[in-house]
């Protein structure tokens, strides 16, 4: 164990500290081993590399008997329990891939004379939670655990606060019996770091989230499309309809607003010449929270030249085929209480067909009155400001969207709920767009994206229209995005997924915030 010089000043001001905040008995504890370490000389928080050679996961995986294998190696970690014991014990440590039981002796660590590093700095001043450092051999006990006899030890950090302290058992049939877990969902998320300490996996979650993205961008990239950054901070919100953030940029004396969506940026990069774009992307929504809804959520935006929606029906499929197989080594998952099969090609029915076969009525030759008077009787709530468009999305929220559990295209959307997506070259009334649900949510929206410049400014005033009647999510007229379609837009297909409801669904996860670090939550009391 290092030996340093610490100043009495410092010693002071931990003094101070502890006596101005109100602590728990353990916290107390703690701060009363922490000075007893740097009364001993030993720095509860050096700065200097700890060599680690090696993870638990090998070690566990790789180790042979009689192999002459590991028999200097280097680990570092959280402990997690104890069986303090005589002149030898045992202990758990916890590193970024699993658990593995250490075996500290007395007269291993220690040299000469002093015994201290084990009498007192291993039984007493040690806790569960603090980081240290361990080297020595591997070996298997009586018991057949794979263990780490402990030739020296080294505290790298010590943990002030206690952890919660969760416990296994098992019982006469073998299984495994979790004792005060730590399950408050607030807690849980409000305390990432906590969670993914003593809920290890939790990290299965996030680590199969950066597989999903890495998928994703791996068969974008292969088709040639190129990967690009568009603004966050933009002086008009466009792209989606939905409120948004806001803030004033000082130096420029402007309101700015957090981007909704980032369609409008890539579809200029299609003017200028780009065949195929794509951004991974933080997006911010000023509405509601829910397990399926954040504030703040990330979704990948496609753009490709010379498609349209049919094309992007059959990227999608393969793509998410291929990313559940990369994941689950299958097209079929379990989610809920479903097997969901991703295998293409996946069922469609258009917007009026779907709502037709799941209340069977058919709204396509409605006026709004008649829609607002049919979503009434149906028990849908409607308001005074909403369009078609807003109705018949309620009806199909309503009646529709909880019964497609299997991947599922909704195509042929009303041109009332669609101002950026392209009129259908045959369906009058309708847009070339589809959306795909599944476990009834919608994971992913696409377009053959509007380029007629003159419509889409038909359909941004109907937009502000709407936006005068109250409907706070309308889009804004962009002048600029206007310009660019002036100068001509190939025929383009776009889509938008979103990246936490899919891993929702790849995961088995029953809340978006179970698949982002850090969600929103309100100020802490």
Not at 436 to 441: G, L, R, Y
Request: glycine share 6%.
């Amino acid at each position: 164990m290092e030996c340093i010089c610490i100043e009495n000043k410092r010693t002071s001001l931990l003094n101070i500290n502890y006596m101005i905040n109100n602590l728990s008995e353990q916290e107390q504890i703690r701060r009363n081993s922490l000075e007893e370490l740097i009364r001993m000389g030993i720095n509860p928080f050096p700065a200097e590399e700890f060599p680690v050679t090696i993870d638990s996961e090998e070690l566990i995986k790789k180790w042979q008997p009689d192999a002459g294998m590991y028999t200097d190696i280097s680990i570092a970690g959280r402990i997690m329990s104890r069986r303090i014991m005589g002149s030898a014990s045992f202990a758990e440590m916890q590193d970024s891939k699993g658990k593995i039981q250490i075996y500290v002796k007395r007269d291993e660590i220690c040299t000469g004379e002093d015994k201290s590093l084990y009498n007192i700095v291993f039984k007493k001043l040690l806790d569960i939670g603090d980081i240290i450092g361990v080297r020595g051999e591997v070996f298997k006990t009586q018991t057949g655990e794979i263990s780490i006899k402990v030739k020296e030890l080294k505290l790298l950090c010590k943990s002030l606060r206690p952890l919660p302290i969760v416990k296994e058992t098992t019982d006469e049939k073998g299984n495994k019996i979790i004792h005060d877990a730590f399950t408050d969902p607030e807690q849980r998320y409000r305390q990432r770091y906590l969670d993914l300490v003593v809920n290890p996996t939790v990290k299965d979650v996030f680590i199969q989230r950066t597989r999903l993205v890495d998928t994703m961008r791996s068969f974008l990239n292969e088709r040639g499309y190129l990967e690009v950054e568009t603004p966050i901070l933009q002086p008009l919100y466009g792209g989606a309809s939905a409120r948004p953030f806001k803030t004033v940029h000082n130096t420029l004396d402007m309101t700015l607003y957090l981007r909704i969506a980032n369609e409008l940026y890539l579809k200029r990069l299609i003017v200028g010449g780009f065949d195929g774009v794509y951004e991974f992307s933080k997006d911010f929504r000023n509405e509601g929270m829910s397990r399926f809804h954040n504030p703040e959520f990330t979704q990948m935006e496609l753009y490709v030249a010379y498609k349209d929606y049919n094309w992007m029906m059959n990227l999608v499929e393969e793509m998410v085929e291929k990313i559940a197989v990369t994941l689950h080594g299958d097209t079929k998952i379990l989610c809920g209480e479903h097997i969901i099969d991703f295998k293409k090609p996946w069922k469609r029915y258009t917007m009026y067909s779907a709502i037709h076969e799941f209340t069977g009525i058919d709204i396509s030759n409605m006026t709004e009155q008649e829609l607002t008077e049919t979503a009434r009787k149906l028990k849908v709530h409607v308001e005074t400001t909403m369009g078609k468009g807003k109705i018949i999305d309620e009806i199909f929220g309503e009646y529709c969207e909880s019964k497609l559990i299997q991947p599922t295209f909704i195509t042929d959307y009303p041109i009332e709920m669609s101002p950026l997506a392209k009129k259908h070259r045959s369906k009058t009334g309708l847009v070339e767009r589809f959306e795909a649900i599944c476990n009834a949510k919608e994971i992913c929206n696409s377009f053959t994206e509007l380029n007629d410049p003159l419509d889409q400014r038909m359909r941004f005033e109907e937009q502000l229209e709407l936006g005068k009647r109250g409907d706070e999510e309308a889009m804004t007229l962009d002048e600029d995005f206007l310009r660019a379609l002036e100068y001509g837009m190939p025929p383009t297909s776009g889509l938008g997924i979103g990246i936490d409801r899919l891993t929702m669904l790849m995961t088995n996860s029953v809340s978006i915030q179970d698949v982002i670090f850090f969600p929103q939550m309100r100020t802490e009391r």
